[in-house]
């Protein structure tokens, strides 16, 4: 079983910067492929960012493309989400997930999630 445990959620002014970390244990992180999902309130789960065991390459939404930055470090076990320019519609729970073979668009098959980390955008 993979744990992992997501952080770094809170509260920002439009405009403003977060960065998210998932924390993985209990597997070889490295042998996963590695992605962030957001679901806002009402909403359904929408692909964020994915990337692959190594850290290149990575895939973005258009949505976030160009603001956020997906990295991992599998020497600490983690993967981050450096979120810049953010948007109201950015305000949604970001959920990390490991996938062994790959990690789709649309979130299915997932092996591992975890639990979720807040993020609202006030403007």
């Known amino acids: 079983q993979l744990e992992l445990v997501e952080s770094g959620g809170g509260l920002v002014l439009a405009g403003g910067s977060l960065r998210l970390s998932c924390a993985g244990s209990?597997?070889?992180?490295?042998?996963?492929?590695m992605g962030w999902f957001r679901q806002a309130p009402g909403k359904e789960r929408e692909f964020v960012a994915r990337?692959?065991?190594?850290?290149?390459?990575?895939y973005y939404a258009d949505s976030v493309k160009g603001r956020f930055t997906i990295s991992r470090d599998n020497a600490k076990n983690a993967m981050y989400l450096q979120m810049n320019s953010l948007k109201a519609e950015d305000t949604a729970v970001y959920y990390c997930?490991?996938?062994?073979?790959?990690?789709?668009?649309?979130?299915?098959?997932?092996?591992?999630w975890g639990k979720g980390t807040l993020v609202t955008v006030s403007t």
């Open positions: 990337i692959s065991k190594s850290g290149i390459p990575t």
């Open positions: 209990g597997l070889a992180f490295s042998s996963f492929y």
């Open positions: 997930a490991a996938d062994r073979t790959g990690v789709s668009d649309t979130g299915g098959g997932i092996d591992y």
